[in-house]
Nanobody, 118 residues
Framework: QVQLVESGGGLVQPGGSLRLSCAVS????????MGWYRQAPGKQREWVAG???????NYADSVKGRFTISRDNAKNTVYLQMNSLKPEDTAVYYC????????????WGQGTQVTVSS
């Protein structure tokens, strides 16, 4: 059974940066396209960024140019570097299979809270 453990969130001022990590266990990350998602209070979970097994990346318009997704297959870990953070980036961030797989997902992890506030 695949387990996802997100980490790296925290409280940061507007304009600041954070790097999120997602450790995957139970399967080999190199076989899959992965995505980062987020859910703000009172809103549905939304896709933020995706990376193919070959390393191609895609981003939601709201984060394009500010966020960078990457992967380290040897460490079975996916990362999300977030720069120029805005208050509207405040949410719980999750990783899972990329949206390219449609409704197919692994069980969601606990996520990591990102709060952008002065």
């Amino acid at each position: 059974q695949v387990q996802l453990v997100e980490s790296g969130g925290g409280l940061v001022q507007p304009g600041g940066s954070l790097r999120l990590s997602c450790a995957v266990s139970g399967d080999s990350l190199r076989l899959y396209a992965m995505g980062w998602y987020r859910q703000a209070p009172g809103k549905q979970r939304e896709w933020v960024a995706g990376i193919s097994w070959g390393g191609s990346t895609n981003y939601a318009d709201s984060v394009k140019g500010r966020f960078t997704i990457s992967r380290d297959n040897a460490k079975n870990t996916v990362y999300l570097q977030m720069n120029s953070l805005k208050p509207e980036d405040t949410a719980v961030y999750y990783c899972n299979l990329d949206r390219a797989y449609g409704s197919s997902t692994w069980d969601w992890g606990q996520g990591t809270q990102v709060t952008v506030s002065s």
